[in-house]
């Protein structure tokens, strides 16, 4: 018999997947352990995952179609109701914010810890002093003393970098998981109402704006939690990416058509 540790199948379907996925949103847990990570080392597997492109690419295309087809226009309706506004700017695509910066940073604040609760207390303060400080020099400097702290206790083998936590405390995040998962994924989309200028927006409204960053963060949640922290920095650029890109070239595209 397999134990619960081990994935049945180390290259499962995309339908596969998808039930797990949606299997797991109903109730989040931190078991089996990440898919593909054979007899590799946990911490280096974390972030250095085995991963298809074309696999990211099926799990990007399905939220962009969600998000397109269904949550998208909620979010449209809700700020033409309320008078919201975007705050991107068509003539100055963020490009390294929405494919570098936060892939990395918010990947860190909101889903680092759901598999690393030890480091949670001395490394999360420095990912959300990155996150606030954005593209700066000053973030860029949070960042690396994040992974500095993250890696050099492995890199040189401290004999307290890979001491689990007491079984107790395991025990009881083990049962209390869901509502971390959950929680994370509600604050990660609430944070993206910065993103628009709400005015006068009712606050029964504020939910509906931020629907597609809501389900993508449970997306990235559990792909996270099954295939680790690298997997969901990836798929959050690439998510990022494809949006981002068809705008370009339909502002490119608009601009021979006027010459």
């Given at each position: 018999m397999?134990?619960r540790?081990?994935?049945s199948?180390p290259h499962?379907t995309?339908?596969?997947?998808l039930?797990?996925?949606?299997?797991?949103?109903r109730?989040?847990?931190l078991?089996?352990?990440?898919?593909?990570?054979?007899?590799?080392?946990?911490?280096?597997c974390d972030w250095f995952?085995?991963?298809?492109?074309g696999?990211?690419l099926q799990?990007?295309?399905l939220m962009w179609?969600?998000?397109?087809l269904?949550?998208?226009?909620?979010?449209?309706?809700?700020?033409?109701?309320?008078?919201?506004?975007?705050?991107?700017?068509?003539?100055?695509?963020?490009?390294?914010?929405a494919?570098?910066w936060?892939?990395i940073?918010?990947?860190?604040?909101?889903?680092?810890g759901?598999?690393?609760l030890?480091?949670?207390?001395?490394?999360?303060?420095?990912?959300?002093?990155a996150?606030?400080?954005?593209?700066?020099?000053?973030g860029?400097l949070l960042?690396?003393?994040?992974?500095?702290?993250?890696?050099?206790?492995?890199?040189?083998?401290w004999?307290t970098?890979r001491q689990?936590?007491p079984?107790a405390w395991?025990r009881?995040?083990?049962?209390?998981?869901p509502?971390?998962?959950?929680?994370?994924s509600?604050?990660?989309?609430?944070v993206?109402?910065?993103?628009?200028n709400l005015?006068?927006?009712?606050?029964?409204l504020l939910?509906?704006?931020?629907?597609p960053?809501?389900?993508?963060?449970?997306?990235l949640?559990?792909?996270?939690?099954?295939?680790?922290?690298g997997?969901?920095?990836?798929l959050?650029?690439?998510?990022?990416?494809g949006p981002?890109?068809?705008?370009?070239?339909a502002?490119?595209?608009?601009g021979?058509?006027?010459?």
């Open positions: 397999l134990s540790q081990t994935p199948n499962p995309f339908r596969a997947e039930r797990d996925f949606l299997s797991f949103i109730n989040p847990r078991a089996p352990r990440p898919m593909d990570r054979g007899l590799r080392d946990g911490y280096w995952p085995q991963l298809r492109v696999r990211l799990w990007a295309l179609a969600v998000n397109l269904f949550l998208g226009p909620i979010a449209v309706m809700a700020a033409g109701l309320g008078g919201a506004t975007h705050r991107l700017d068509l003539e100055n695509i963020p490009w390294m914010t494919l570098l936060a892939p940073a918010e990947e860190l604040v909101f889903r680092w759901l598999r690393r030890k480091h949670v207390w001395w490394l999360l303060p420095l990912a959300v002093a996150m606030l400080s954005g593209p700066s020099f000053t860029g960042l690396a003393a994040f992974f500095m702290l993250a890696w050099v206790p492995y890199a040189a083998a004999p970098a689990p936590l079984w395991r009881s995040y083990v049962h209390g998981f509502w971390v998962f959950h929680a994370s509600l604050v990660f989309s609430g993206h109402l910065y993103n628009f005015g006068q927006t009712p606050i029964w939910p509906l704006l931020v629907l960053q809501w389900a993508t963060g449970m997306l949640g559990w792909l996270r939690v099954r295939r680790g922290i997997a969901s920095i990836l959050h650029a690439v998510f990022n990416g981002l890109l068809l705008v370009w070239l502002l490119q595209a608009a021979d058509m006027a010459l």
